[in-house]
């Protein structure tokens, strides 16, 4: 069985999965449940300044598909809404019940240096791991100057990292929020402050769905709505793309990655570790099915890992950093084309409208002698483009086939067609 | 011969309740939950097969996909728009041998999309929350149009009659609309009074008038209709049923399948119908099985279910054949009737075995006996040609055009009556639907009669 222990900013846990900063590492009672179930850690749901903040009655929003599967769901709670000293003595107590298991305090204050300090010393005297930076929370706090509002703003983000360094002598991590337009800037500023690790992404600001009989974004207080924080498995395709940006850019070589956002499954998993993170958080998942799903993300990585040959989750970490290139680094001479397995196929057409539809026009729809719908791909008109192998609801009955043309690689910009290109 | 089935001293058969639970629906409908599940198995097929394989070419795909989007009133118009009567379809169709035969899903090995008890599931939505009927009449004509039968073929008809401006009277024997809807198919498809409050749904348009208890032949001739309306539709089904040609074959116990069901449907209470101890029912149709198993749901402790030919050769579907045996329905195959035994009532029937012997069915010589003390025939019908002077028939039944026009001008048929009358009651509404365009064209001058 594969070794599932990993260290990020120097802390060693027993496995990678940690609870994120929310509702489920809210007190006590949650933690011990989650250690119970075998999470390697918990980020506690982020501290203020007190007195605690109040909380609005309807919290979440949803996203569902049409079969009522949650894609994702949104949230305009706030941070823990109990006072200061009842979190830290709960998270002594823990500390001490759950020796091999992570914590980390999470905190948010104003933009005031004293805030900051003041409250990572308390945070820090509780026993936790480590100290991890809210600069995500895009609901309420923002109202207030404090999570995203900080977060937003590169300067704050290296000036706020800098205080908790200062401050406390364990690893401190910076939360990024993803609502920002280049992740890449304040990865950098957290650097600059001193950041062990950065954990991303925050939650990202949405209004998840409008209730038409209210006429108000949902969740609906009374009458109004507000936008929330998105997360769940919708925005896993956000996270691992500010993942990637970070374990590949020149800027923050170095920096670890605490990765956060929509890892359901062992899978999930296995895919933010590739590109480069040394640890995991999940939050929503959890919310929705309970802390057990812990298992087999557990039990599913350690087999995928027993598979490929993985002893450790070093072996792999960040292998797919390298192959995570810019677009102007693919190969312009790479050529595939969709082949449909006719023994496979069930005839559902979708393919074809599809392609005739939105694409190129390159599956043919025609009705064979003995009467069975068939559909063929025109080699000369299909550009390689998926659609049809993605609609498909049979797995593996359309491949993408590479051709075999010989060429060499070619970038765009070595491209005889890029006008750049020529005018050298 | 209803008093046939009283000559033995009762039955302690099944109770009121028992009866009434036992001829519940046989396929229960969906919950909300269970069709919006249902509806995911749908993959959308562009071009869909199973469109192909309804007779009334509805839709699937789309209001599927209109279930699943919440909009189940939509649905249900995108259904009732090509088929009027998609809430008794949705029950009584064979959909194992239509639209759910053609699912692709079962190309994958995958259970088919259940497509007829999502049809119920949109229909019966807007017909209890429908505040008005969804469709609405084109402005008035002044065409009226006589329309013989208030079976399927004849309402499916005159509500596109209606549709299209015209004004229709149908004509029917009975005392009750809805033809074998009402009178014919099996109880446990047809629970809840459906039949009639489908048919109350259908006339909510407008411009259609019923006249009961008015047979062609009776006070009622094809002239005299063609005298006082502009086009006549004639969708009377079969009215005749076909003989065994035994001697006692008029005698108490021995009755037409079609009557024994007419008359279960027409029951309130149906613990009056005790029924035989021992039951046969000759045929290998929909209709064989239908009286079957409703004699076994009735109560009777053999009832055996005889066809002359194997099974490949009936033409109840596997699904209902399936049915009968779960019911506890003997099915005896390879046997032809050969004599009625019994003076005052039927006391048993003899059979001869059969087989195949250069390509046709012959006796063996070899018999055997069943005891029955009820004989239910199933063995097909006949047009009843007597009130339909004049038209062509063609194979003993109404030679039509690819219009739905026989050889008298200005005379339509469809339904079960015509030439290629399938025996599905979605056959006789897409009959009934298409025949209406015609006599609209035919109307206007457009196309020959």
């Known amino acids: 069985m594969a070794d599932l222990r990993c260290t990020i900013a120097g802390i060693e846990s027993i496995n990678p999965f940690w609870l994120a900063s929310a509702p ?45 599967g949650v894609i ?7 941070i823990s809404d109990r006072p200061l000293e009842t979190n830290l003595q709960e998270i002594e107590a823990c500390r001490k019940e759950w020796p091999d298991r992570i914590i980390i305090g999470s905190m948010m204050a104003e933009i005031d240096e004293q805030a900051w300090k003041e409250l990572a010393i308390k945070i820090a005297n509780s026993g936790v791991h480590g100290i991890e930076l809210n600069l995500g929370c895009p609901h309420g706090m923002c109202e207030r100057g404090m999570g995203s509002a900080i977060g937003q703003v590169p300067e704050m983000v290296e000036q706020t990292t800098r205080w908790v360094r200062e401050a406390v002598d364990i690893p401190v991590f910076t939360k990024l929020t993803p609502n920002i337009t280049n992740i890449l800037w304040p990865a950098e500023a957290a650097k600059q402050g001193g950041a062990h690790a950065v954990s991303l ?69 296995a895919e933010f570790i590739a590109l480069g993170a040394s640890a995991l958080q999940v939050c929503t998942a959890a919310m929705l099915y309970g802390f057990r799903i812990v298992d087999d993300m557990i039990d599913g990585l350690s087999a995928f890992m027993d598979q490929k040959g993985y002893r450790s989750i070093e072996d792999f970490r960040g292998m797919a950093v390298k192959n995570t290139v810019d677009w102007n680094e693919l190969d312009m001479n790479f050529d595939t084309k969709a082949l449909i397995d006719p023994e496979t196929c069930i005839e559902c057409g979708r393919c074809h409208i599809a392609c005739e539809d939105t694409s190129h026009q390159a599956i043919e729809f025609k009705i064979a002698e003995d009467g069975k719908r068939r559909f063929t791909v025109i080699d000369e008109d299909c550009v390689g483009c998926n659609l049809c192998a993605h609609v498909c609801p049979v797995p593996d009955c359309i491949e993408m086939v590479p051709v075999k043309n010989d060429k060499p690689y070619v970038t765009w910009p070595e491209h005889p067609l890029n006008p750049l290109k020529a005018a050298q | 011969m209803a008093d046939g089935l ?37 993959l959308y097929c562009y071009d869909a097969p199973c469109i192909q394989a309804c007779p009334t070419s509805i839709d699937i795909p789309t209001f599927i996909h209109q279930i699943r989007t919440g909009n189940v009133d939509g649905a249900a118009r995108t259904i009732l728009s090509e088929n009027i009567m998609g809430g008794t379809c949705a029950r009584a169709c064979p959909t194992e041998v239509l639209c759910e035969e053609a699912c692709v899903r079962n190309h994958g090995e995958e259970d088919p999309v259940e497509i007829g008890l999502l049809q119920r599931f949109a229909t019966d939505h807007l017909m209890a929350n429908a505040t008005s009927h969804p469709f609405s009449r084109a402005a008035n ?27 229709v009277t149908v004509y029917e024997a009975k005392p009750k609309p809805g033809g074998l809807n009402e009178y014919g198919l099996a109880a446990y498809k047809m629970v809840d009074n459906f039949a009639q409050r489908e048919v109350d749904f259908l006339l909510e348009i407008g411009g259609i008038e019923i006249l009961y208890e008015k047979a062609l032949g009776r006070k009622l001739s ?54 035989a101890r021992d039951v046969i029912v000759i045929g290998g149709g929909n209709t064989a099985v239908d009286a079957a198993v409703q004699s076994k749901k009735l109560g009777a402790e053999n009832v055996t279910l005889v066809y002359r030919r194997g099974e490949d050769a009936m033409s109840a579907t596997a699904y209902e054949i399936d049915l009968a045996r779960r019911c506890g329905v003997t099915v005896r195959l390879w046997s032809k009737p050969q004599s009625i035994k019994g003076d005052t009532h039927v006391k048993a029937m003899k059979f001869e075995r059969t087989r195949i012997m ?18 239910l025939k199933a063995i097909g019908q006949q047009l009843n040609l007597s009130a339909l002077k004049g038209l062509e028939i063609a194979g003993g039944k109404l030679a039509v055009s690819s219009t739905f026009a026989t050889n008298v001008s200005g005379v339509f048929a469809g339904g079960d009556c015509i030439k290629n009358g399938e025996d599905l009651t979605v056959q006789a509404v897409e009959d009934g639907k298409q025949a209406a365009h015609a006599i609209d064209g035919y109307l206007k001058g457009d196309a020959d009669g």
């Open chain 1, 24 to 68: 489920p590492t809210d007190k006590y009672y949650n933690v011990v449940r989650a250690f119970e179930a075998g999470w390697g850690g918990v980020v506690w749901k982020t501290l203020g300044v007190d007195p605690p903040v109040v909380n609005v009655s309807s919290r979440y929003g949803v996203h569902h598909d049409s079969g009522r």
């Open chain 1, 72 to 78: 994702g769901i949104n949230n305009i709670e706030l």
């Open chain 1, 201 to 269: 992404i925050n939650t990202v600001n949405s209004i998840v769905s409008v209730d038409l009989d209210a006429m108000a974004p949902t969740p609906v207080v009374g009458d109004k709505g507000t936008h929330g924080g998105y997360c769940g498995s919708a925005v896993k395709p956000i996270a691992l793309n500010m993942v990637a940006e970070i374990a590949r850019a020149q800027e923050t070589q170095g920096l670890e990655i605490s990765a956060i956002g929509g890892i359901e499954t062992w899978k999930d998993a």
């Open chain 2, 6 to 42: 009283n000559h033995r001293p009762s039955l302690s058969g099944p109770s009121k309740d028992e009866l009434d639970a036992s001829f519940d629906d046989l396929h229960k409908p969906l919950n909300s939950i269970k069709a919006i599940a249902a509806a995911e198995h749908c």
């Open chain 2, 141 to 167: 004509t002044g065409k009226h149009i006589a329309v013989v039968g208030a079976g399927p073929a004849g309402l499916s008809c005159a509500h596109r009659l209606a549709m299209l401006g015209h004004s």
């Open chain 2, 222 to 275: 094809l002239a005299d209709l063609k005298e006082s309306h502009d086009a006549i539709f004639v969708g009377v089904g079969l009215g005749n049923t076909n003989k065994l040609g035994l001697d006692k074959e008029d005698i108490p116990g021995v009755e037409d399948a079609i009557d024994f069901i007419e008359r279960l449907r027409q029951a309130d209470d149906k613990t009056t119908l005790q029924t």
């Open chain 2, 358 to 375: 250069n390509g046709k069915l012959v006796g063996t010589g070899e018999t055997y006996k069943i005891p029955a003390d009820l004989v």
